[in-house]
């Protein structure tokens, strides 16, 4: 089982990224799945969610900027992140059966 996260970098407030996490050793589709984040010298968030019949949770902070998808093609699950703000500077992670991924890190910053 092993999930890896990419797709985080330096963007600017009001910008938009794409996080990828890809798993091998297992079928992504067959297990709810979520996001979380962890700001520097915060605690964990929980982020989003996707189960196996594709119904998609949000957290209501988050809700309206950030949107998650699966391709079962490719064993992958995205989440959009959209109108950044310093805030959302943290570590993303992908999270799947107890099972982390080492995350990707996303700066906010002009």
């Known amino acids: 089982v092993h999930l890896v996260e990419s797709g985080g970098g330096l963007v600017q407030p009001g910008g938009s990224l794409r996080l990828s996490c890809a798993a091998s050793g297992f079928t992504l589709s067959s297990s709810p799945m979520s996001w979380a984040r962890q700001p520097p010298g915060k605690g964990l968030e929980w982020l989003s969610g996707?189960?196996?019949?594709?119904?998609?949770y949000y957290a209501d902070f988050m809700k309206g900027r950030i949107t998650i998808s699966r391709d079962n093609a490719k064993n992958t699950a995205y989440l959009q992140l959209n109108t950044l703000k310093y805030e959302d500077s943290a570590r993303y992670f992908c999270?799947?059966?107890?099972?982390w991924g080492q995350g990707t890190q996303v700066t906010v910053s002009s």
């Open positions: 999270v799947m059966e107890g099972n």
């Open positions: 996707i189960g196996p019949d594709g119904k998609t």
